[in-house]
């Protein structure tokens, strides 16, 4: 069966290239030091990935510096091999303590170190991903990772500009993750998941509306076909005599 859908309105299209717009606008931006997922939940643990892009036309990045934020320790921070770099792990003593899980935590991870091998890195037009496990997450709404990348060339790009709510995005932004409170329930995308179910379920109920129609008026023709040749038989049938 062939669905024919619904036609676009025009406020659907003029949203649709005011979104392509914004987005083509918004590319040269992207292309700095990300967090990836960008979010995750207090108290919870999580795999993240530190996502470096070489912005240079001419040089590698050779070595990538995360410095995990002062006023927000994780209790364990764990990395994943990549081939081609080693990392370096700094840790630091956390005056006062803080209570994870029932033990006090003194010490945290202060800053991870990423090298490139020799004659290797992050080549023009290139990136490079870095994971990492922490957790447990902090007690707090975010944490801003300032990061240091080093090309090969000396240059180095320092994403260390923290955003400011409800300020346009800084040149040389940080990495920020969001943390949402446990139990906390991002029900943004609900809406548009059950209007969509909404829909299917009409298409599915005007399917099955169809299908019962056009089988009813099978099912009427056929009676008058039959009905009419039991007539025309008791026509040609001759009366029986007293």
């Known amino acids: 069966m062939i669905r024919l859908r619904r036609p676009a309105t025009a406020a659907a299209l003029t949203l649709a290239a005011a979104a392509a717009t914004v987005l083509g606008l918004a590319g040269p931006a992207s292309a700095h030091v990300t967090i990836n997922p960008q979010e995750g939940t207090q108290g919870g643990y999580g795999r993240f990935a530190f996502r470096v892009p070489n912005e240079s036309d ?91 990348q080093t090309y090969s060339d000396g240059n180095v790009s320092r994403w260390i500009e923290e955003p400011a709510p409800g300020a346009e995005e800084p040149e040389n932004p940080a990495p920020v993750l969001k943390l949402a409170a446990k139990g906390a329930s991002s029900g943004a995308s609900a809406p548009a998941a059950t209007a969509a179910e909404d829909d299917d379920d009409d298409d599915a ?35 029986a005599k007293s």
Do not use: C, I, Y
């Open 205 to 239: 109920d005007s399917g099955a509306a169809t299908v019962f129609g056009v089988a009813g008026l099978v099912a009427g023709l056929a009676g008058l076909v039959l009905g009419g040749l039991a007539f025309a038989r008791t026509r040609r049938e001759p009366t």
């Open 58 to 148: 001419s040089a590698s990045t050779v070595k990538v510096e995360v410095n995990l934020p002062a006023n927000a320790p994780v209790g364990s921070v764990s990395t994943m091999p990549v081939p081609g770099w080693t990392v370096a792990v700094e840790k630091r003593k956390v005056d006062p303590p803080v209570e994870v899980h029932g033990s006090q935590l003194t010490e945290a991870v202060s800053k991870l170190t990423f090298t490139a091998a020799q004659n290797g890195g992050v080549k023009p037009g290139e990136f490079q991903e870095f994971p990492v496990s922490m957790g447990p997450l902090p007690q707090a709404d975010t944490m801003v990772f300032k990061v240091l």
